[in-house]
């Protein structure tokens, strides 16, 4: 299934993925890790992008943020890889790329996915075999969200914020999201939306960033046009019963094409409620 033009649209999160070459590694020791922070940190503000959670693994980024301006995640994504390549080839007296590609993203219905993917991006080091606990992970926003130990790199979410009156509390909140294992179709679910580029989110939210960005947002269904009733009662090489213009039966492919499957994404959002 082809992937969707890429959409950045002011408050709307995103779920940002990128790989290292040849999923080779980008991080060699904890100084690089520090340094990307860092960066990090500066190109959000730089560019007005609220960073909510990530996770840096030694061949992969995972970050969930939000723009603030049109093109602030495009901006903050390329400012950033272009530093720390040129901060790693330097170090390492290396040359070329080091990144696969361009950056993947997915936008987020924040009311039902995004503390998810804060548990998704966050888990990721234990599913690894990275660290035995997740506190015990120091490259991820966790202990931020589940201690009262703060990192500069996060600015809170609103649905963050709305999990308890203090800080501690929050954390509290957020520790009890983890005692429950994560559903495997969900999982493969936030992967596949990550990968294709597609939204993750129910239709009411589907449509309403079809309204905003003007253009369609769902894959276009798979299969032949469904033939009219009139096309039906045809026989075979008979016209059918009312004429159909070129421009009209092009019009109703499209509609028809138009429609989408939404059975996985509902049973998986019904998960969630």
């Given at each position: 299934m082809p992937r969707l033009p890429r959409l950045n649209l002011i408050d709307i999160p995103q779920h940002i993925v990128q790989v290292g070459h040849n999923n080779l590694p980008c991080f060699f020791d904890g100084e690089d890790y520090q340094f990307y922070l860092i960066s990090l940190r500066n190109a959000a503000d730089q560019y007005n992008v609220d960073v909510h959670a990530y996770v840096?693994?030694?061949?992969?980024?995972?970050?969930?943020?939000?723009?603030?301006?049109?093109n602030g995640i495009p901006s903050m994504m390329q400012s950033l890889g272009r530093r720390y390549v040129q901060y790693v080839n330097h170090r390492y007296?290396?040359?070329?790329?080091?990144?696969?590609?361009?950056?993947?993203?997915?936008?987020?219905?924040?009311?039902?996915?995004?503390?998810?993917?804060?548990?998704?991006?966050?888990?990721?080091?234990?599913?690894?075999?990275?660290?035995?606990?997740?506190?015990?992970?120091?490259?991820?926003?966790?202990?931020?969200?589940?201690?009262?130990?703060q990192s500069e790199v996060i600015t809170d979410h609103r649905l963050y914020l709305q999990l308890g009156e203090t800080p501690q509390e929050r954390a509290e909140a957020y520790r009890r999201l983890f005692r429950y294992s994560f559903d495997r179709r969900l999982l493969e679910y936030i992967a596949e939306t990550i990968k294709l580029g597609h939204v993750l989110g129910g239709d009411v939210f589907k449509e309403k960033i079809e309204q905003i960005a003007n253009q369609r947002v769902r894959p276009l269904k798979r299969g032949r046009p469904r033939k009219s009733e009139n096309e039906t009662l045809a026989g075979p090489g008979e016209p059918s019963s009312r004429k159909i213009d070129e421009d009209e039966s092009v019009a109703g492919h499209e509609k028809v094409n138009g429609e989408v499957d939404n059975k996985k994404a509902g049973e998986i959002a019904a998960m969630e409620s």
């Open positions: 840096l693994l030694p061949n992969m980024v995972q970050i969930i943020a939000t723009p603030r301006v049109p007296k290396r040359s070329g790329t080091l990144w696969a590609g361009r950056y993947k993203s997915s936008l987020i219905d924040s009311d039902a996915y995004l503390l998810t993917c804060y548990r998704y991006v966050e888990l990721r080091p234990m599913y690894l075999g990275l660290a035995e606990s997740l506190g015990d992970y120091p490259w991820s926003s966790f202990n931020h969200h589940a201690s009262v130990v």
